[in-house]
């Protein structure tokens, strides 16, 4: 048998990847090509990619992750110089051989894959690659501190609920003409829709079933510790925030921005699920309470 | 009522960052053990920055599966906390004040909680 440096590369094209729903239907549609393969040299033709969203590579690496895992040596191959000079800036291209570029504006919050065990791990990284920075622009201390709570709940979400052992992507780029910042992370675990009917025998389509997770008081927890928290403070703060969020599972695709939620089917599954927001930076809110809330009136 | 017990969550992390669940049960454990032990708890959240549901779910909402409403009222009791951070943990009490209504899942935390176990 071929080792997979030996076999002939067979290549698989990649069209643009945006930060949207056709962005996460270009990744499935590649993962649906190269999930079969076995022991093969395979190379993604990144010629037709103009454009890629940077946090996106936390989804495009768990695809790659996921097809590697399978013992395949995944490369590729040619970049057009816009996309290999982002992909380098945050470091995704390290992990397919090239070198890093230095992130001259400090713009970028790197590609990094961590363990589902490596809560810590990644509360230092956010610590360290968004909160920390000084070349950041200066944000309000109640949406950095929404911010840093809502990634830490995405990742515990993740974390709970994935059952993933192939690990937690995750990556961010901040675009500072747009005030904007773009967070993914994404896992390669069950996915919503399977944990959804696992625990709570409803067996609905894969939008349907992100809809249900996302719904006030739904949740798939069973057991000692109670949930069904996370997604909704999630996109309490978003709306609040007046930012943007996504959700992509198996073949569900849901969306919510200006309070209204959108579903649709993708072409084809997700090999886990992928939680990404937008953050509107330039948002002034104090995030203070309108009531307060008495240490005694908690229980 | 039995003089009460200071329970430090930023102690027993080691980290003002108490976002992942495992930490939370480290808590939990701390204080379900006292309020078993017939003391009362306070809660002092001191030097913590950051709090997740899926923390709080762990060290204080699973509190629910175990002990009663009254018991936990009685009992238990939080101080330094941010009016936000104050709002996220009413919203973890009530979360899981409506998940132990469904009596099965009450029994189950409650066998788990005989057998020392997590899940």
Redesign the interface.
């Known amino acids: 048998m071929n080792t997979p440096d030996q076999s002939p590369a067979k290549s698989y094209a990649l069209s643009d990847v945006r930060h949207d729903q056709a962005g996460f239907e270009s990744l499935v549609r590649l993962y649906a090509s190269l999930k079969a393969a076995r022991f093969a040299n395979l190379e993604i033709d990144m010629s037709r990619v103009g454009w890629f969203d940077a946090d996106m590579c936390a989804p495009f690496g768990a695809v790659l992750y996921r097809t590697g895992s399978h013992v395949n040596k995944v490369s590729l191959v040619h970049l057009q110089p816009q996309v290999e000079t982002i992909l380098s800036k945050n470091g995704f291209l390290s992990h397919y051989g090239r070198m890093p570029a230095r992130d001259k504006y400090g713009t970028t919050i790197p590609y990094q894959r961590f363990d589902a065990?490596d809560?810590?791990f990644f509360?230092s990284y956010v610590?360290a690659k968004f909160v920390q920075r000084t070349e950041l622009p200066r944000m309000s201390a109640?949406l950095v501190?929404r911010f840093?709570?809502s990634v830490?709940?995405i990742?515990?979400?993740a974390?709970?609920h994935s059952q993933s052992t192939l690990g937690i992507f995750s990556c961010g780029q901040f675009f500072p003409k747009r005030n904007r910042l773009d967070f993914s992370v994404a896992d390669l675990g069950i996915g919503i829709r399977r944990n959804v009917k696992e625990h709570t025998s409803l067996d609905l389509p894969a939008h349907e079933a992100i809809a249900w997770a996302t719904s006030e008081?739904n949740?798939t927890?069973?057991?000692?510790?109670?949930?069904?928290?996370?997604l909704k403070?999630l996109a309490e703060f978003i709306t609040l925030n007046r930012g943007r969020m996504q959700i992509v599972s198996d073949a569900g695709y849901w969306s919510l921005e200006n309070g209204h939620s959108h579903t649709a089917l993708l072409s084809a599954p997700f090999p886990g699920t992928v939680v990404n927001v937008e953050i509107n930076t330039a948002d002034r809110r104090s995030?203070?309470?309108t009531s307060?809330?008495?240490?005694?009136?908690?229980? | 009522m039995e003089k009460g017990l200071i329970i430090s969550p930023y102690e027993i992390v080691g980290?003002p960052?108490c976002?992942?669940?495992?930490?939370?049960?480290k808590v939990f454990e701390r204080i379900a053990g006292a309020l078993k032990g017939g003391k009362s708890v306070m809660v002092s959240f001191r030097n913590v920055s950051?709090?997740?549901?899926?923390?709080l779910?762990?060290a204080i909402?699973?509190l629910?599966?175990?002990f009663s409403?009254e018991e936990?009222?009685a009992r238990?009791?939080?101080?330094d906390?941010a009016?936000?951070d104050?709002?996220?943990?009413?919203?973890?009490?009530d979360?899981?004040k409506?998940?132990?209504k469904d009596p099965d899942?009450f029994r189950?935390?409650e066998q788990?909680?005989l057998r020392g176990q997590?899940?």
């Open positions: 065990k809560d810590r509360a610590e109640g501190k840093r709570e830490f709940e990742f515990s979400n974390v709970i008081r949740t927890k069973r057991g000692p510790i109670p949930g069904g928290l996370g403070l995030y203070a309470l307060e809330v008495k240490e005694t009136d908690i229980f | 980290s960052l976002v992942a669940s495992d930490d939370g049960q950051s709090l997740t549901s899926a923390f779910n762990a909402g699973q629910y599966g175990s409403q936990i009222r238990l009791k939080v101080k906390m009016q936000a104050l709002a996220l943990l009413k919203r973890v009490v979360t899981a409506e998940y132990f899942r189950k935390a788990a909680a997590n899940a």
